[in-house]
């Protein structure tokens, strides 16, 4: 299973960015990141096909998370950003169609795309 995160960079605070995960699968993915000196931690997860996501409250109503299963494609639209948004945001898929946050169900990552949001 291969994932190829893309879409980050650079951007003031109050804007916005989409990412985007290359994802062949037919199972849940999930978007985590990871700020420097700090722990990866979930952001954001949708199910197979795609009816149910999730998100953490840091992000809740300024990221949304969608996916185009023609193009195999699962999109976070981040508005609103802020410094502490600030990381390496990562996509990965579990072995199943249900989302988690939990960051050990996931097994398959993608390489990390650099956000980050200056004040």
């Known amino acids: 299973v291969q994932l190829q995160a893309s879409g980050g960079g650079w951007v003031q605070a109050g804007d916005s960015l989409k990412l985007s995960c290359a994802a062949a699968v037919r199972t849940a993915v999930g978007w985590f990141r990871q700020a420097p000196g700090k722990e990866r931690e979930f952001v954001a997860a949708?199910?197979?096909?795609?009816?149910?996501?999730a998100f953490a409250k840091s992000v809740k109503g300024r990221f949304t998370i969608s996916r185009d299963n023609t193009k195999n494609t699962v999109d976070s639209q981040m508005n609103s950003l802020k410094p502490e948004d600030t990381a390496v945001y990562y996509c990965a898929t579990r072995d199943n169609q249900y989302l988690s946050d939990v960051l050990n169900d996931y097994y398959y990552w993608g390489q990390g795309t650099l956000v980050t949001v200056s004040s």
């Open positions: 949708i199910s197979w096909p795609g009816t149910k996501t």
